[in-house]
């Protein structure tokens, strides 16, 4: 400890399903926009250009079973289910046909975020950093390694608040699939084991408020609920006609 001017953080970390150990956490990588009739929600035409993606920092993931508080500076909190793609091999510049075997596993996340401040950003040609990346915005349920649960292609994922229905789709749907993304991806930036990707949501985003209950799975890769709760900016419900 004698190379630092105090003790570093813990390293973020993501639990992994029936194991002790964790997930060592290097970076977050989103992806924006990659199911059709969410880009049509978001009023973008969902032609297949290519990807973009966006970050969130390591330390925004919390656990499966977590409150979080109502987060401050916004008045349009929403869920987004996804699913997180786990990277357990390094590499850059990965062809599309050998992107899975960079695939340590995947799991079920929320992309939290300040719909409000992330639209505000886009319009005025802002980064997005505010609407998406802060504090706790990437709940994520325990990993499922590859020796599991395969590269599942297909399957629902959907998202539910205080147990109605909000999102429904099949990760068929996706614009562009893992071995595309990382594929894509690896070309801009050197992935790393411990990266983690977020896939990007389907339709039916919403706003949340403080006293609901998130709840949200995939077939095959398990659940996560999380609660609401009050925070310093109260969480009141101040949507708009939607
Ligand atoms: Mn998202």
Known sequence: MNNFVFEPAAPASLAIDNEVVRFPLRRIFCVGRNYAAHAREMGKDPDREAPFFFTKPADAVVDTGSAIPYP???RDFHYEIELVVAIGRDGSDIPAAAALDHVWGYGVGIDLTRRDLQLEARDKGRPWDWGKAFDL????????PVATVGHPDSGRIWLAVN?????SADLSELIWNVPEIISILSRSMSLKRGDIIMTGTPAGVGAIVAGDKVTGGIDGLGEIAIDIVAGPSA???ARSAA
Request: aromatic content about 0%; glycine content about 10%.
């Open 235 to 237: 969480g009141r419900r």
């Open 137 to 144: 915005s990437a709940p994520c349920a325990p990993l499922r």
């Open 72 to 74: 401050p500076e916004t």
């Open 163 to 167: 147990g109605k229905v909000r999102q």
